[in-house]
């Protein structure tokens, strides 16, 4: 009788499928980290400035191909590369002052990007006649917003928070770099006039040891960063006194071979971890799978012959135990779902021998088709022919 071998290329079939299963995971982690690279970081980003604004940007070339500006509206913006971080030692002076008109329980002011050390000084001045409230307000922060309160004095022309008396002033001391939005609120049902004049003494970093620099006066410009050194960018504006937005578009040109290798790099090692781990499981499952088909697989009928003795009560004896094994094989040879016929087929892939030809196609039509041995699902059934 022949013993049913599983065939090579099936198991080549199961590796295969296997392998495509444990790429799943580095798959999903190299999806979510190009995700993360698209919008983290080094991701596009709009910022306002406002008139002597410098403001210092720290890059790294190895991730960072180069930096584009943007301005639509071709105020002038200079972008400055360093290869080293410039000190914020100077320190210019620019006032402004605007006719503001505020509607009844209205808000106008400006935006603008100070670093730390600058100073501001506000003076409102109302033409009306009549006594209105309004409130001063100072809030810093692009992301996480903040209400500043002036700095404290014991001058009499100082302002509080609301006030009622024309000809007062606010200061304000900035102790952290950030934008800073300053504002006028109405607290009246009528519309009020005013003057709001403003004096800024803005610091600002030396830009003397730049070495190359770009400007938008056409709109956009690039500054290339030289590998692999990390870079300190310094965006400035004019000191023109111009209050209105000063709205600039910034993104970050991403370095795409160093990111394809970094990410490379990280499926490779997920990769082989993933595969020592399966291997052990792979050799286990295999020890597992050798023992059940010799186990489960051994020839119906054993080689060893049985030999029968006649005479003593002792040879009666073992011609007894020998009738009653020779019993038991021939239960081993019946099938196991009629137990009728004789076992003349075995199933592919798992090549176990348990039933016969009818109950084997009996089997095979139904829905579930498995092997009532291992459960696992039958491709072919193949006919044993014994001599």
Known sequence: ?????????????????????????????????????????????RMVLGPSSSRLMKASSVFVKQIEVRDDDKKGVLLYGFSEMPELSFETNWSVSNFLIIGSYGRKGFSLWLNKGSRIHMRLEIQSKSSNQFQVVMVKGERKFQTLLPKLTTSSESLTLTDTITGKAAKYSIEEDDRYYIGVINMNHKSILMTMTVNVTSKMYDLTKAKNVCSTLKGSCRLQLLFPNTHYVILTTPSNGDLDGWYIELSFVARVLTYIAILGFIIIIIFLVLKYLGACDGEDSLVDSATREVSETDPIIPEKTVQHTYGTNEEDDDSGSSSSSSEDLYDAKLCVICYDDQRNCFFVPCGHCATCYNCAQRIMEEDSKMCPICRRLIHKIRRLFSP
């Open 1 to 45: 009788m022949f013993r049913p071998v599983l065939a090579p290329p099936i198991r080549h079939q199961q590796r295969w499928r296997e392998s495509s299963a444990r790429l799943i995971a580095p798959l999903t982690l190299w999806i979510c980290v190009t995700l993360s690279l698209k919008y983290g970081y080094y991701g596009d980003c």
